[in-house]
């Protein structure tokens, strides 16, 4: 698959022929890929197993990335995509990803966001003017996010910064270019060794690892099931 979409997107550069319909469609594919991942890793208990299978999928939705190169104009429902997989491919590096080539991962990062650099001008446009597209980014990571936030875009960047109206709560920013997403300034990160080594969680959790985020209570909180 990787093969097929790395011929297309050099096609993309030098044909007329429009090939954006089927990398559309090799997109889909690795995003269906990645959520069969996501069901797999409710079912692994072994952390080290969660790693490298969670490092896969942000593969998969790195690879997705790579299918909006090309010279054609995206429409709003795929920039939405779009900043839904480069947020899940960078959120996603929390893991440990050396069970892979490194200098293919690089390889692939680097692509990846290049690509994110050629649609800037669109996703910036599109996210000010349909502000759900961050809000539905934000939530692919961070689920408990709320989906009543309101955007403003920061000065000279490619940030966004998102709360709620009327109501205190915890704020969202989210970087476009880079797919970063911060809650109250924090990316996404794995449990501290004094907590994992505690004999309260050893007993309970065995040697498993959660991403957290702390919520607008400061509860440390997991899109990981705890069963």
Not at 86 to 94: E, F, K, P, S
Not at 109 to 121: A, F, G, H, I, N
Request: with cysteine.
């Amino acid at each position: 698959m990787m093969f097929a979409v790395e011929c297309i997107t050099y096609f993309c550069q030098y044909c007329e022929k429009d090939w954006s319909p089927l990398l559309r469609r090799c997109a889909n594919i690795f995003h269906q890929w990645a959520l069969g991942i996501s069901d797999r890793l409710d079912t692994i208990i072994d952390d080290q197993e969660y790693g490298r299978v969670a490092a896969q999928r942000t593969v998969f939705f790195m690879s997705a990335v790579l299918c909006f190169s090309g010279r054609d104009q995206l429409t709003k429902e795929e920039i939405s995509d779009l900043c839904k997989y480069a947020a899940l491919a960078h959120n996603g590096m929390v893991h440990e990803m050396s069970s892979f080539d490194q200098n293919e991962f690089k390889s692939l990062r680097v692509r990846s966001q290049r690509v994110l650099c050629e649609r800037l001008d669109e996703m910036i446009v599109a996210a000010e003017m349909k502000t759900s597209i961050l809000t539905k980014a934000v939530q692919s990571v961070v689920t408990y996010a709320p989906s009543g936030l309101v955007w403003t875009k920061l000065d000279n960047s490619s940030c966004f910064e998102g709360k709620l109206k009327f109501f205190s709560s915890q704020v969202f920013h989210i970087n476009v270019l880079m797919g970063i997403v911060l809650v109250d300034g924090s990316p996404p990160s794995c449990l501290s060794k004094n907590i994992l080594n505690h004999p309260l969680y050893v007993r309970t959790f065995g040697t498993r690892n959660f991403e957290v985020y702390a919520d607008s209570c400061g509860v440390m909180r997991s899109n990981r099931s705890l069963a």
